[in-house]
Nanobody, 115 residues
Framework: QVQLVESGGGLVRPGGSLRLSCVASGLIFNNYVMSWYRQAPGKGRELVASITPTDFNTNYADSVKGRFTISRDNAKNTVHLQMNSLKSEDTAVYYC????????WGQGTQVTVSS
């Protein structure tokens, strides 16, 4: 049974930082493109960042370039999202996604940026 478990969300002030983590189990992690998506209230789910399995090539939404960094540790089946200089518009539920031959989603973790 595949599981993606996110953690690290919370309440932070504008300009602050958070580090999200997603631990995967039940799959061959090294085969999967790992991504972070987010969904703000009343909006659709959007790609934040992605990272390829072994070359570690990354891709970012324009809105987070220069502020967010995605990374992965294949030995620990974990992908991280370091979020710096957070803005109120970053408030959303953040989801971890794994894609190879099949697609899997985590349950999401809430990030709220507010003073």
């Amino acid at each position: 049974q595949v599981q993606l478990v996110e953690s690290g969300g919370g309440l932070v002030r504008p300009g602050g930082s958070l580090r999200l983590s997603c631990v995967a189990s039940g799959l061959i992690f090294n085969n999967y493109v790992m991504s972070w998506y987010r969904q703000a209230p009343g909006k659709g789910r959007e790609l934040v960042a992605s990272i390829t399995p072994t070359d570690f090539n990354t891709n970012y939404a324009d809105s987070v370039k220069g502020r967010f960094t995605i990374s992965r540790d294949n030995a620990k089946n974990t992908v991280h999202l370091q979020m710096n200089s957070l803005k109120s518009e970053d408030t959303a539920v953040y989801y971890c996604r794994a894609l190879w031959l099949r697609l899997y989603w985590g349950q999401g973790t809430q990030v709220t940026v507010s003073s």
